[in-house]
């Protein structure tokens, strides 16, 4: 029986301050795609410059979604942004275009190439409220990530311990099922992609190289408005509400400086490291993907590559197709 044609789409992926959207909006140029947005804070409103929302020059025309589609009081899972991303890629197909997903955040990826186990798990209400008391406590949110490094190393190991909401439901997976969230990921995955689908990851061979550019971006960033962003947002009591605003680099840093808990070099200090950390976590679990084929974006001696014979190198990639995995 010959098997039902997947539908084809392209992802690029890789590093914050790596090049993703210049890329992703040079391939759509030359491809005829439109954009999804694969970056779990630029769902939100009125985030803007801090998540590094492309403007509407650098667009260039080219239609963006899943951008601005969520206050930041709403709450919103990786299932749900995966049900979303899906409707929208087949709105995008349907228009006779090439879906391009373009983002870091590489589990909202994941959940759309494979979906799984985050639509199928679960969900207790029991076992979420005391998961909470839990993390409430004094210490709780060690306690919370010290158990999931018992019952689920290999979860532990993708999921930072400060992220509590994430560490939190991969242990509701492991009471609700009684197998690790790890596991129940690893069928998925071994279940094979929906998609025929291109994942094009951008890499630095100069760490040094990465972390200039996260720095240039973040005084650009200041430049452009973020600690007025951060204000705005705090007099209109979004980071009381919203515990995932608070937390989201770039607005917890300057949000100390607002409070008067630190000085404002020291808060710009703090974003360039916070973010310098993430870049480095980013580029751990994309390394470990094996759908993912890479681009260098500078040269072995540390020099940045030609926009151009970047493009040239991806539009070959996309052209010799998908993985099939």
């Known amino acids: 029986m010959t098997k039902p044609c997947k539908t084809r789409i392209l992802a690029v992926v890789g590093p914050t301050a790596g090049g993703k959207t210049a890329l992703s909006i040079a391939l759509a140029e030359r491809l005829g795609g439109e954009i999804v947005s694969c970056d779990s804070m630029q769902l939100y409103r009125g985030m803007d410059v801090g998540t590094a929302k492309p403007t509407a020059e650098e667009m260039a025309g080219i239609p963006h979604h899943m951008i601005d589609v969520l206050d930041p009081e709403q709450s919103y899972s990786c299932a749900e942004y995966a049900t979303d991303a899906r409707a929208t890629i087949q709105d995008i197909t349907s228009r006779g275009k090439l879906p391009i997903l373009c983002g870091g955040t590489g589990l909202y990826l994941d959940g759309v190439l494979f979906g799984g186990s985050f639509d199928d798990t679960p969900t207790d209400p029991a076992i979420r409220a005391r998961l909470d008391a839990l993390g409430d406590e004094p210490g709780g949110a060690d306690a919370l990530y010290a158990r999931l490094c018992e019952v689920d190393p290999d979860s532990a190991a993708a999921i930072h311990k400060n992220n509590v909401k994430r560490v939190k439901r991969a242990l509701e997976i ?70 995932t605003a608070a937390q989201a680099i770039g607005y917890k840093e300057l949000l100390g400086a607002l409070r008067g808990v630190m000085s404002l070099e020291q808060a710009l200090e703090d974003l360039k490291m916070a973010t310098r950390r993430y870049a480095k976590r980013q580029l751990t679990w994309f390394s470990a993907k094996p759908y993912v084929r890479w681009i260098w974006a500078d040269t072995e001696d540390g020099s940045l590559r030609p926009f151009s014979d970047i493009v040239d190198e991806a539009l070959a990639l996309v052209q010799a197709g998908g993985e099939g995995v």
């Not at 061979?205 to 990465?210: A, D, T, V, Y």
């Not at 600690?227 to 515990?243: I, P």
């Open 174 to 243: 492991y009471e609700c099922c009684g197998t690790p969230k790890s596991v129940l990921d690893r069928a998925s995955r071994e279940r094979g992609m929906l998609y025929d689908a291109t994942v094009i990851g951008l890499r630095y061979h100069s760490r040094e190289l990465l972390y200039s550019r996260i720095g240039q971006r973040v005084d650009l960033m200041m430049q452009d408005g973020l600690y007025e962003e951060v204000v705005r947002l705090y007099e209109r009591g979004v980071f009381e509400r919203s515990a």
